[in-house]
């Protein structure tokens, strides 16, 4: 090896330290003991931004707030659609959040990284409507009477600023430095895919005013799909996701389908650049791999969330669990329902 290789062999490692950590703003969600991020101090204590991030924390003040809901949404979000898989999103106390199991460029990365960029560009944009922000309100640009003759509120969701918020808050992290790296390249493309998961599902919502219900007045304004919805589309292009490697196109790098016989991805699609393991094990020099032993798993189902595949292959107890029940409601006049209670027993699977 010589000089060069050492060196940049020295360069790569710094590269991987700084990207491991590239999701950490996701601590925010942890900060209980900070109580509201009110002040430009705040920002120097808060753990898991880089200092870049700081300066928008301290430039920014009434939004982080914000941001730390949008935290806490995407971890939700990620556990919620992870619940049946066997790596289920779980977080650690401590940092990296995820544990070290998102810091290779796997799928459960790029799904890690979408929903964080989509969450605060949510957050943001929530609050902007609501009117906690001086910086922002509503998006007002949306006003007089539609084609189609009901009016517009002037109060739509402003997504452009919740938007350009996440791609300076979020992407800042991988501006830096290792900017044309494929990981850098990988990580760009997927936050941007997340924020697309809610620009390409606005809707219009409508509220009718009128003598008893009827719609004589019809007042509309655009609005963001709840953010339910925003988890069900980029967990379904978890599903889809392509794994790309870095060419050189001209003279820019970027990221193309290692499969050269599959169609190239879009903007909305995830890319990731190696394949994940297989989660089954714990592994102690690993954070965050707990593997799957006392998993519950389905028995009749063929998919991930069933016990062959959740518990891969090394079966499964079966435990009589008593559960209480709601039962024979009855409808009271007026107006309460009335439940007994009744014992019922299930039998639940876990891996061994
Ligand atoms: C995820 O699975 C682990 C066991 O592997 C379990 O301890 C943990 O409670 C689960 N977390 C969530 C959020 O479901
Ligand atoms: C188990 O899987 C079957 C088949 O996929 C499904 O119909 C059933 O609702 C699942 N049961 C539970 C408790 O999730």
Redo the contacts with the bound molecule.
Sequence with gaps: MNAEHVLRCLLMLCFALFSANASNWLYLAKLTSVGSIANEETCERLRGLIQRQVQICKRSIEVMDAVRRGAQLAIDECQFQFRNRRWNCSTLESMPVFGKVVTQGTREAAFVYAISAASVAFAVTRACSSGELEKCGCDRTVHGVSPEGFQWSGCSDNIAYGVAFSQSFVDVRERGKGQSSSRALMNLHNNEAGRKAILSHMRVECKCHGVSGSCEVKTCWRAMPPFRKVGNVIKEKFDGATEVEQRKVGTAKALVPRNSQFKPHTDEDLVYLEPSPDFCDRDPRTPGMLGTVGRQC?R????I??CELMCCGRGFQTEEVQLVDRCSCKFHWCCYVKCKQCPKTVEMHTCR
């Design positions: 389905n009749t189902s063929k998919a969330d069933g």
